[in-house]
């Protein structure tokens, strides 16, 4: 930054603004690169949840299991093989018949296996599952899909990575322009909002996400047809990273709520007794706000996207709360007009319930 106090001519405004958007665009790159050459360790990071998800789900199928249509009735117990006596026998024709006893009593063994299965009570192996499910996997639509998921992988990323030093040089073209206090706004906010940010994404990742991905795979998941699962859980490796990036900013900016509502407060766009009334109607906006954004629509799902909104509105109004009150002792002359204007809208109020009603006209 320089020449903060020196007006600078347009030609320097724009060889300034040049100046930031190259030093921006490097540190992305350079963040890029950098996460590039870890783009396997991210994609792991990534796809786990949905490897998890789609086990956890197939467990539950196993666990459930499929109602057969010889289920209640108990398989043809096998054949005792009967005794043979053998001592009529001469004794080198003795191992020929004891092999030819042995090799009858498998043939009845195996024509009552046989009858089983053909009345429908086929046993069910030990070792084999009683469902026969798919591997959970991830597939490419075309040959080139995984490169270029991959470049815009290390892109979002190395943005993400260099974001600080992005907004450092968007600080260092506009902060010269801003007064102290808006400097001192912008010192104290930003960080705050990036702190936010990155708690919504985490948020998203380590709570919603799996209960998210679970709910959403398990309708059809758990449709088995004779043993079989037919239906295949795997989904293109684009659409899930789409997904997961779009739920993590709109969780990201869902956690912004409290700067919102604290900048409502502070510049008196919308009064903090106006946002502290009408908190019923705000927290029934979230809660649909949060059915609609929330990945599935179970109520654990709802639930964990409204209840963080419904907190962090909450937050927000007793920071606002807080600094109102430190300002209203250190400068009550601020709020001279908005007690009067409270005070009638008290007065006129009283007046209203305290007027008798009209009596209706008599038409007649």
């Known amino acids: ?21 190259w030093m921006a665009l490097i540190g992305v790159l350079i963040a890029a690169c950098f996460c590039g050459i870890y783009y396997k360790e991210m994609m792991t990071i ?12 197939q467990a539950d199928v196993q666990k459930a299991g499929t109602p057969d ?8 117990e096998k054949p005792t093989p009967a005794p043979i006596d053998v001592s009529a026998v001469p ?5 020929l018949v004891t092999g030819m006893h042995n090799e009858i009593n498998d043939l009845k063994s195996q024509v009552a296996e046989l009858k089983g299965v053909k009345a429908g009570v086929e046993p069910p ?33 190395g943005l993400c990575l260099s974001s600080p030093w992005v907004a450092y040089q968007i600080w260092s073209f506009i902060g010269v322009g801003l007064q102290p206090n808006e400097r001192r706004f912008v010192r104290v906010y930003g960080p705050v909002s990036f702190l936010l940010f990155v708690a919504g994404a985490s948020t998203f990742y380590f709570l919603l996400l799996p209960f998210g991905l679970r709910t959403l795979l398990a309708p059809t998941s758990s449709i088995i047809i004779d043993g079989f699962q037919l239906i295949d859980p795997t989904v293109t490796l684009e659409n899930y990273l789409r997904f997961i990036g779009w739920m993590v900013l709109i969780m990201g900016l869902s956690f912004q709520t409290p700067l919102v509502v604290l900048f409502l407060a502070r510049t008196r766009i919308v ?11 705000i927290i029934f906006g979230m809660i649909v706000a949060g059915a609609f954004l929330a990945p599935s629509g179970d ?6 996207m409204a209840v963080p909104l419904i907190i962090l509105y909450e937050v927000g109004l007793l920071i606002a ?6 300002d209203r002792r250190e400068h009550p002359e601020r709020f001279i007009y908005d007690d009067l204007y409270e005070s009638d809208l008290k007065k006129d109020k009283d007046k209203d319930q305290k007027a008798p009603a009209d009596e209706p006209e008599d038409i007649f």
Do not use: N
């Open 299 to 304: 109520p654990i799902s709802c639930t964990i």
């Open 271 to 281: 009064p903090l007794r106006t946002l502290a009334r009408k908190q019923k109607i």
């Open 125 to 157: 192996s030990p070792t084999a599952p009683a469902v026969k499910t798919l591997p959970p996997r991830l597939i490419l639509d075309s040959p080139i899909a995984g490169y270029v998921t991959i470049l815009l992988l290390t892109a979002i990323c």
């Open 91 to 95: 004794v080198e024709m003795r191992p």
């Open 1 to 21: 930054m320089k020449r903060h106090d020196v007006e600078m001519t347009f030609g320097e405004h724009l060889e300034e603004l040049r100046k930031r958007i």
């Open 69 to 76: 249509k010889g289920k209640g009735e108990t398989p043809p």
């Open 46 to 57: 990534l796809i786990r949840p949905y490897l998890v998800a789609v086990q956890k789900v």
């Open 321 to 326: 709360w807080l600094m109102e009150r430190r």
